[in-house]
C-alpha cells in the first residue's frame, strides 16, 4: 500500500509540470463520458476494475484478465443531431499482459454551407474519430499499469486535423477488501496537422484525475469519488455576454460573496460522487452527481436536474445491457446504452461422459 501510494504522489507531481491555466484546447469530443455506465456514475470510472472492458477508455490500467474477449458497443444520443458511438475488443497474453483496441465516432449530422449573405451553398458532414491501442500491465497482484496510444482525426467539410494523445494509468486493487484506488492522467500529446495550412497548434484537452471506490462486503452498494482537473484548481468560467450580476437593482449596493463559499464553489466542481447499488448478481442501479456540470448547464432562473445523472444495467444470458440518463440541460438530455458479451461465453463446453458401471 505504502508503495502505491508513492507511485501515485509521482504521477500527481508529473502531472502538475504540464498543468494548462486558461485556453480551449482541441478535440475535446475525448471528454464525452462512455460507455453508459460511465455517464449514468458522472462522467467518471476510473476506479472500477472488473470485467467491464469499456472503463478502460479513461483508466488503461482497468484491463485484466476478466476482460480477454470481451466485446462491447455503445451508442450515445447526444444534443440534436449528434450521435457517438464506441467499439471496443480486449484480449490478454500470458506473461506479457492485457490489451484492448477502441474506436471511438462522434457525428454532428448534416451542417449548411453559406455565404456572407446567409444564402446556402452547400451541406457537409462532420465527424472526430479515436481510435485508441491500450495496454495494461499487472505488476502484481494488487497494481496495475497502464498506457492507451490515441490516434485522432477530425474532418468538418474541407477541414482536417490529425493528432496523437497518450494516456497514462496507475490502480491499486485490494479485491479482498472491495477497494480501489486509482490515478490517470489523460491526453498528453500533440495536433501535428492543423485544420488550416499555416495555422497554430491547438492544446490537446488535458486532465489529471484521482479516483476511488469501496464496496461493502455485507451492503449492496458501492461508493465512487473522483477528483477531476488536478492539474487546474478554477475551474469557473464567465459566461462575457451574461456577466453576473455585481451590484444589487433595488438597493445599488456592491453584491459581495463570502470567500468561504467562493471557495467551497470552486472546491466542489473538481468532485464527482456516484454509488452503484447491486439489487442481484445480474441487476444494477447508477447513481451519480457532478456539480461542475450543474454549474455550467443549469440556467439562471431554471437549474432542473442538470448534473444528476442515473442508469441501470441487468444480464440476460451471455450480454450484459447497461443504459443511463444524464439532463444535458433544461431542454437537451443524453441518453446512452451499452451492449457487452464475452466471446469465452459462447464457447461449447463438452459434458463430462459417465461411464456406466457394470455391478
Known amino acids: 500500500m505504502k508503495k502505491a501510494i508513492l507511485i501515485f504522489i509521482l504521477v500527481i507531481s508529473f502531472g502538475k509540470s504540464f498543468a494548462q491555466v486558461g485556453g480551449l484546447a482541441s478535440y475535446s469530443y475525448l471528454n464525452l463520458p462512455i460507455p453508459a455506465r460511465t455517464a449514468a456514475l458522472g462522467g467518471s470510472s476510473i476506479a472500477l476494475k472488473d470485467d467491464d472492458i469499456n472503463t478502460a477508455f479513461q483508466n488503461p490500467a482497468l484491463l485484466s484478465s476478466k476482460t480477454n474477449n470481451a466485446l462491447s458497443g455503445s451508442y450515445i444520443n447526444f444534443l440534436g443531431a449528434i450521435n457517438y458511438g464506441y467499439l ?15 474506436l471511438q465516432d462522434v457525428g454532428y449530422g448534416s451542417i449548411s454551407e453559406r455565404d456572407e449573405y446567409g444564402n446556402q451553398l452547400s ?18 497482484s494488487l497494481l496495475s499499469y497502464g498506457v492507451t496510444l490515441k490516434t485522432l482525426y477530425s474532418k468538418y467539410g474541407q477541414y482536417s486535423s490529425v493528432g496523437n494523445a497518450l494516456d497514462f494509468g496507475i490502480t491499486y486493487n485490494k479485491a479482498s477488501k472491495l477497494f480501489t484506488l486509482s490515478a490517470v492522467i489523460q491526453n498528453v500529446g500533440r495536433e501535428w496537422k492543423t485544420y488550416t495550412v499555416g495555422g497554430p497548434h491547438e492544446k490537446l484537452p488535458f486532465n489529471i484525475l484521482l479516483g476511488a471506490s469501496k ?18 484548481w ?42 452503484e447499488i447491486v439489487i442481484t448478481k445480474n441487476f444494477f442501479i447508477r447513481l ?4 461542475k456540470m450543474r454549474k455550467e448547464l443549469s ?45 469465452n461465453s459462447f464457447a461449447k463446453v463438452d459434458k463430462p461422459v459417465v461411464t456406466p458401471v457394470t455391478p
Open 215 to 232: 464496496k461493502f462486503k455485507h451492503a449492496p452498494f458501492r461508493f465512487i469519488l473522483t477528483y477531476d482537473y488536478l492539474n487546474r
Open 88 to 102: 471496443a475488443y480486449g484480449h490478454s497474453f500470458k506473461n506479457i499482459g492485457h490489451f484492448a483496441v477502441g
Open 234 to 275: 478554477d475551474l469557473t468560467y464567465t459566461n462575457p455576454n451574461n456577466p453576473p450580476a455585481t451590484v444589487d437593482p433595488f438597493t445599488k449596493e456592491p453584491i459581495k460573496q463570502h470567500p468561504l463559499r467562493k471557495l467551497m464553489d470552486k472546491a466542489g466542481r473538481h468532485f464527482i460522487v456516484a454509488t
Open 123 to 140: 451541406t457537409f458532414k462532420a465527424n472526430d474519430y479515436n481510435l485508441s491501442l491500450m495496454y495494461t500491465y499487472d505488476k502484481d
Open 288 to 291: 451519480g452527481f457532478n456539480y
Open 299 to 343: 440556467l439562471t432562473d431554471k437549474q432542473g436536474i442538470a448534473g444528476f445523472s442515473g442508469g441501470l444495467g441487468f444480464k440476460i444470458s451471455k450480454f450484459h445491457f447497461s443504459y443511463s440518463y444524464s439532463q444535458v440541460s433544461p431542454v437537451y438530455s443524453m441518453n446512452s446504452l451499452t451492449l457487452s458479451t464475452n466471446i
